[in-house]
């Protein structure tokens, strides 16, 4: 039977926020094991960081990228045990990862756990939103930094938020702009924008650098105040409709249309072990529950970083060193006053980014991923499950929750495992019932979490056997 | 057509439903699809509508593909080596 390995820390993620954590959690003593799914770390955020540090595309990808580089370096000099191209299948209490890695499941067990598992783009669907060719802005920018690659032209992106802005500027630089974006932003832009004041200059710089990313100086064609899109096609999206709330049409070819409306944190993981989730208004998406040193609850486990509220890169590094310094506080390797003379600055920085969040969140709020779909709009891609039958079943039914409409009707039961339809159902439920969002919910997450072939299950449960029978 | 604008990695040829396909060793399978005429990956299980890359980082499933010697994977989570072989997951064939 394989060894089991042990250490202090877990950590599952090789973002901002676990690469923080990795760092501090060893600076104070303790042995740190990090996991992640990518071949090399550094998150989506800075993704393939190492190798494109001598590319030409680094021109392209921008200052932010650039610090990332430095953090990624940072992080591989630390000596922290790092995993990388293993998907966490289980959790179990106490803690314990089941991961698979190549074709077997490996365990490691630690007496503190830390998610760092970072966020995925808000599913938006609408009419064509399964059509090849209709792809998110956060999959673009993946092509972009792990190919080189921009998606085939011509390309519209619709919807709204700083990843959509900086990704039409990377575009543009790497030669080729979109065709047109297709703001969903509401009105009163300028209005938010004043409300959001101060939590805007929190981070001068940052909206100093959106701003130059507007489309009011990229030369883009912008269609403003975007209300309904609808993507066109047989076998692949040919052509994009929308409307604005002025009333006026308008269609364009593309083979390509990318879409986003934000973030919204990677709860499943988290909430498979005890982690609570809340409805927090001002994100329009649930966040999980912590204590100030980024405790879930449970005995052990942390969360950090957009995996438990969207907040940003700089944010999960914050949000990664104050959970270390929890743990190594928890563990007895730092005093209270240690512990808290090491997060006041911390907790200082840690204020304005949530500040600045707030004035991100206030200016580019949801707007067509929480706009009731068309009944024929398909809401469970896996499934084929339209906005209308599901409407059905949720009144007919009487559902007070994506769960009870699960058993109904499969949606959320193909292989994304709801991650895709999870947000659209919650929002779908929430309408038909009349029910407030804490009551109804997402779907339970249940593992595995990472695709299993039998032939792997098998393989490790006779490894139990053999275990158990050594055992008698 | 895509534009390559930074390619990385040495020229390969991989096949994809038995056609030479060139693709760069260590990229993403998901972005050589991205690169092709056609670029589905799988179709729907319910009415067999094609299904492309959507979300590149593993959270949609619609760019699962089959590869010989390795199983049913998401393309976006796999990377590209030299003669690989590559089926798309079209209804009705069977799940392997």
């Given amino acids: 039977m394989k060894a089991i390995s042990r250490a202090d820390l877990l950590i599952v993620g090789a973002g901002p926020a676990g690469m923080a954590a990795a760092r501090r959690a060893l600076r104070g003593g303790l042995s740190v094991v990090v996991l992640d799914s990518q071949s090399q770390p550094g998150g989506q ?45 289980r959790l179990g209490q106490g803690w314990t990862i089941e991961y698979v890695k190549g074709a077997e499941i490996r365990t490691l067990k630690g007496r503190y756990l830390l998610l760092a598992t970072g966020a995925q783009e808000r599913p938006v669907p609408f009419s064509g939103w399964t059509l090849p060719g209709v792809m ?22 619709v919807g709204s938020g700083p990843l959509a802005l900086l990704y039409m500027q990377q575009m543009r630089l790497a030669g080729a702009a979109p065709v047109a974006y297709l703001d969903t932003t509401p009105r009163g832009l300028i209005g938010r924008s004043l409300r959001g004041f101060r939590g805007a200059m929190q981070e001068p710089g940052q909206v100093f650098k959106g701003i130059a990313w507007l489309p009011q100086f990229s030369g883009i064609r912008h269609v403003r105040n975007v209300v309904r899109v609808s993507a066109e096609g047989t076998r692949r999206v040919e052509a994009v409709r929308f409307e604005s709330s002025g009333g006026s049409h308008g269609q364009l070819e593309v083979k390509t249309l990318l879409v986003h409306e934000g973030l919204v944190p990677s709860h499943q993981l ?46 999960s590094e914050i949000e990664g060193e104050i959970a270390a310094i929890g743990v190594l506080f928890r563990e007895g390797a730092l005093t209270p006053a240690q512990a808290n003379a090491d997060t006041k600055p911390l907790r200082a920085l840690h204020a304005r980014q949530k500040a600045f969040r707030g004035f991100l969140d206030v ?42 409409l699960k058993t109904f009707t499969r949606a959320g039961m193909g292989p994304c495992q709801g991650r895709q339809c999870g947000y659209p159902v919650h929002e779908l439920v929430k309408s038909v019932a009349g029910l407030p969002a804490g009551e109804v919910g997402l779907f339970n997450p249940r593992p595995p979490f990472a695709p299993l072939t039998v032939s792997i299950l098998a393989a490790q449960e006779a490894e139990e056997v053999v275990a158990a029978s050594t055992h008698e | 057509m895509t534009s390559g604008v930074f390619p990385s990695g040495s020229a390969v040829e991989i096949t994809v439903d038995g056609r030479v396909v060139a ?44 590869v010989e010697n390795i199983g049913t994977i998401r393309s976006c989570q796999q990377t590209v080596h030299a003669g690989m072989k590559v089926e798309r997951q079209d209804y009705p064939k069977r799940l392997k």
Avoid at chain 1, 136 to 156: C, M, S
Avoid at chain 2, 32 to 53: C, G, K, Y
Wanted: aromatic share 6%.
């Fill in chain 1, 136 to 157: 998110t802005v956060g999959a673009a920018q993946i092509l972009l930094k792990t190919a080189g690659q921009l998606p085939q032209g011509p390309v519209a992106v």
């Fill in chain 1, 270 to 315: 988290a909430v498979s072990v005890g982690a609570q989730l809340i409805w927090d208004v001002g994100q329009s998406a649930f966040r999980l529950e912590r204590n100030e040193w980024m405790n879930a609850g449970p005995e052990g486990l942390y969360i950090a970083g957009d995996g438990a509220r969207i907040g940003g890169a700089a944010n």
């Fill in chain 1, 45 to 89: 955020i800075w993704r393939n960081a190492c190798r494109n540090s001598t590319s030409p595309i680094i021109k392209v990808l921008g200052s932010e990228y650039r610090r990332g580089i430095r953090q990624v370096e940072s992080f591989l000099a630390c000596g922290a045990d790092y995993i990388p191209d293993a998907q966490v299948s």
């Fill in chain 2, 23 to 66: 693709a760069c060793d260590g990229e993403l399978l998901a972005a050589v699809f991205l690169r092709l005429e056609d670029i589905h990956t799988r179709t729907s299980f319910p009415s067999a509508q094609p299904r492309a890359p959507y979300c590149m980082m593993g959270v949609c499933f619609e760019c699962d593909v089959h």
């Fill in chain 1, 363 to 404: 200016v580019y709020p949801p707007n067509i991923a929480r706009t009731r779909p068309d009944d024929t709009t398909i809401v469970c891609r896996c499934e084929e499950l339209s906005a209308g039958e599901l409407r059905n079943a949720a009144s007919r039914g009487a559902c007070r929750g994506p769960n009870q």
